[in-house]
Nanobody, 124 residues
Framework: QVQLVESGGGLVHPGGSLRLSCVAS????????IAWFRQVPGKEREGVSCINTHDVSTIYADSVKGRFAISRDNAKKAAYLQMNSLKPEDTAVYYCATGESNYCSGLRDDYNNWGQGTQVTVSS
């Protein structure tokens, strides 16, 4: 069974940090780009970051550049999102996703395998 499972969300004060994890099972993660998206109720799911598998290059949304860092460990079939200097506007459900490509795409429709999401709340 193809599955992605996120963990690591929680409640954090502004300026704090969290590290999200995404663990894959049922398929070989090595062959696919991995993306993180986030969604706030009533808004579209937006791309946060992506890491490809070809040359391990990364992309970030402008809103998180310099604060978030994506990484992957193919041996552990996992990807991570280190989130620093968190702001209240980072509050959302965060999802990891894979598609059919080893290159990153910022388009939600290019991803067909999603985790269940993990809630991140940034509040004082």
């Amino acid at each position: 069974q193809v599955q992605l499972v996120e963990s690591g969300g929680g409640l954090v004060h502004p300026g704090g940090s969290l590290r999200l994890s995404c663990v894959a099972s049922g398929f070989t993660l090595d062959y696919y780009a991995i993306a993180w998206f986030r969604q706030v109720p009533g808004k579209e799911r937006e791309g946060v970051s992506c890491i490809n598998t070809h040359d391990v290059s990364t992309i970030y949304a402008d809103s998180v550049k310099g604060r978030f860092a994506i990484s992957r460990d193919n041996a552990k079939k996992a990807a991570y999102l280190q989130m620093n200097s968190l702001k209240p506007e980072d509050t959302a459900v965060y999802y990891c996703a894979t598609g059919e490509s080893n290159y990153c795409s910022g388009l939600r429709d290019d991803y067909n395998n999603w985790g269940q999401g993990t809630q991140v709340t940034v509040s004082s």
